[in-house]
């Protein structure tokens, strides 16, 4: 028998060995798969903080003469020698390039070498000539844009002239020339834009915007630029021709929106620490280069004024042309019979911290806001990247959702853990408990689908829901009151729950058939025209209100649970002693046992608050999915999660998209890890104080 007994217990200690590193190995799985996610979220959104880097340097020593070469993208290609006989401009862009001179204007077509030649050099084709007169060779100003190539110049005799030509394939190139008084701002620098056909002229502080057209019409605005004080010393095109940049003589850089036809300033100047001498921009990123006269190389983003890179480059100190390659990839500089560039390696220029989180103003926009439109070259625009609207809807979305989940399930818990029976206790708990394993689509689904438009219908007695609820103990205090008259039997008895059901209901009933004529009464017309009319508040289908209906649903049951744990967990001899000390039962409640339960209180707040930032199926079904950083109710939301879902399927694996969205889920995770983690601290905290009692 002691033997039998003795093999009993090594055997037990075997299995209780076994279940502890089990247990063990399994917790330590989930940590290490944690660590695991978080690595790999890191591994790909780091990069997005890395910062701009110059590579070596290299010099090419040309065959020919720097005024015969032009840049196409990263390409060298040459003019023929008969092409500069005499002194002009040479410019290029997209597949085209330009040569004026003062009596002629030459326009080629760019061959890129083709697949095993012997030279690296392209080819320019001529492709017509122009005869012009008089012309200021200084003053040419091209652009391309498809098939389209767009040149402005001015000439002696004070006219400022524009031409477009066009391929097409049917009928070959045609060309369409147009010419204006250039008035007083004759010398000044010139910018043509092949998109929308118009040339912009600027002098001093005045401008002259003109924009012809094939039908013979041309419309001419001329003007004084706002907010610039002191003379114009460079002017560029910003970004996709979305703004105009000007360095004026004391080195200020100004932003100006040519999408109005006022061209307001958009912010602020910006002092530059260089003597400016060069200014571009990228066609396809918010990035502008500027250079200055001892070769400074300073790289920055002119809508949030985020710098990325400031050096001084030897390479680019003294005279010669200065340009940028495709996408910002090298600075180069032409001179004599050399080609010097500058790399420069630039992946992720918009994803700083200022770009990323703080207020941008872009063209086209009234003030400086934060904007997420990932996708902006499928509409032929540019990309914004703020994450602040996302960030801004996540906590919008989960604080409209704690609106209506706090009270439910604090109320909720506080009942059924204090007041109600055992018995009844019992059942009620897990039936609650329940709904937190139903499933979240289901709920966005139908708050889509029946909840929205049920709001859009009663928008206001739903409004007066919260009203109706506390007005609620007055409203049975009247009716037992009444009651009280009728028969004696209810002096002593308060009115039962399904009393209070069934009151609460029939007030609701009732508001809900009168919606229409209370609207009209209150407001002589809906609420939704009066909101619009009266505060300029718009009121959208799918809703911040809608989502927090739904989410808090979603909460509550989370919340529930903790909090009628934690009060049903304090020792009932405190309760007890309070009673006997001569307390009432909501005394007891007010002063012993919800600060004894407190922590898991607070814990159960942040968890639901962790819970609600975390949701997706109902944030995407019942929203807009509208980036918008709007405080209203009426107004919709984009979240964090509801962007990755969204989003991800279809950006490019190095697209920047991509890496941002990993960045959003990086945000994601460590919000709710941070809110969990307190969350389960607090618990604790009530879990020792109340271990040994």
Request: aromatic share 8%.
């Amino acid at each position: 028998m002691l033997e039998s007994r003795q093999q009993i217990s090594s055997s037990r200690r075997a299995r209780d060995r076994l279940a502890s590193l089990t247990i063990g190995a399994a917790g330590g799985a989930v940590i290490v798969l944690i660590l695991l996610i978080l690595g790999y979220l890191l591994y790909v959104a780091l990069p997005l903080a890395a910062p701009a880097k110059l590579e070596s340097p290299s010099t090419r020593v040309l065959s020919f003469q720097s005024d015969l070469a032009v840049m196409a993208g990263d390409v060298l290609l040459k003019i023929p020698d008969t092409a500069a006989t005499q002194t002009g401009k040479l410019l290029s862009s997209g597949e085209h390039a330009v040569y004026l001179r003062n009596d002629m204007l030459q326009v080629f077509d760019l061959l890129l070498p083709g697949i095993g030649s012997e030279s690296d050099v392209g080819e320019a084709i001529l492709r017509t000539r122009v005869p012009v007169s008089n012309a200021i060779a200084g003053s040419l100003s091209i652009d391309s844009r498809d098939q389209r190539l767009m040149f402005s110049y001015s000439d002696n005799d004070g006219l400022l002239h524009a031409g477009v030509l066009s391929y097409a394939a049917e009928s070959g190139v045609s060309l369409v020339r147009w010419s204006t008084p250039a008035g007083s701002l004759l010398g000044g620098e010139s910018l043509v834009d092949a998109a929308s056909g118009q040339v912009l002229l600027v002098k001093d502080r005045s401008y002259l915007r003109w924009q012809p057209d094939r039908a013979g019409s041309q419309r001419l605005v001329q003007g004084l630029l706002p907010g610039l004080r002191a003379a114009t010393k460079l002017i560029a095109w910003g970004p996709n021709h979305e703004t105009l940049l000007l360095i004026d003589r004391g080195d200020q850089l100004h932003r100006f929106d040519v999408a109005r036809a006022a061209m307001p300033r958009l912010g602020d100047p910006r002092k530059m620490a260089i003597d400016v001498r060069w200014l571009g921009s990228e066609s396809s990123r918010r990035v502008t280069y500027l250079v200055g006269s001892n070769g400074e190389l300073l790289i920055q983003v002119p809508s949030s004024g985020e710098e990325l890179l400031r050096q001084t480059v030897a390479e680019l100190r003294g005279p010669g042309r200065l340009g940028i390659g495709t996408d910002g990839g090298f600075v180069y500089r032409l001179t004599g019979d050399k080609l010097l560039r500058v790399g420069i390696r630039n992946p992720y220029p918009e994803t700083g911290w200022r770009s990323l989180w703080l207020p941008q103003w872009f063209g086209a926009y009234d003030a400086p806001g934060h904007y997420w439109h990932p996708d902006g070259a499928a509409i032929g625009a540019l990309s914004k990247f703020s994450l602040s609207p996302l960030l801004y809807g996540t906590f919008k979305a989960a604080l409209y959702g704690m609106l209506l989940a706090i009270p439910l399930a604090l109320g909720a818990a506080i009942y059924t853990g204090y007041f109600l029976p055992a018995r009844i206790r019992n059942r009620v708990k897990p039936a609650i408990e329940m709904l937190e394993a139903f499933p979240t689509v289901v709920l966005g689904f139908v708050a889509g689908l029946w909840l929205a438009p049920l709001l859009l219908d009663y928008l206001l007695p739903i409004l007066l829901l919260p009203i109706l609820l506390l007005g609620l103990p007055l409203l049975l205090a009247t009716f037992h009151w009444l009651l009280q008259l009728l028969s004696p039997r209810f002096q002593r008895r308060p009115p039962r729950i399904a009393l209070i059901s069934i009151v609460y209901l029939a007030a609701l009933v009732l508001l809900m058939m009168n919606a229409d004529g209370l609207e009209t009464w209150l407001f002589d017309d809906s609420l939704r025209d009066w909101l619009w009319s009266e505060w300029g508040i718009a009121y959208e289908q799918r809703n911040a209100l809608l989502v927090g209906m739904a989410m808090g649903i979603a909460i509550t049951p989370v919340m529930f649970s903790i909090v009628e744990d934690s009060i049903f967990a304090v020792p009932r001899s405190l309760s007890d002693g309070s009673l006997a000390l001569g307390a009432t039962r909501w005394q007891s409640l007010a002063r012993v046992v919800l600060p004894a339960a407190s922590p898991a209180i607070l814990s159960a707040l942040l968890i639901g608050l962790a819970r609600g930032l975390g949701e997706t199926m109902i944030v995407l079904l019942a929203t807009g999915n509208t980036p918008l950083m709007e405080p209203g109710a009426f107004s919709g939301l984009r979240s964090l999660s509801a962007s990755i879902v969204v989003e991800l399927p279809e950006a490019g694996s190095e697209s920047v998209q991509f890496r941002l969205l990993f960045l959003v889920a990086l945000v994601l995770f460590g919000l709710t890890f941070i809110l969990n983690t307190v969350a389960e601290l607090f618990r604790q905290r009530l879990r020792y104080a109340y271990a040994n009692r």
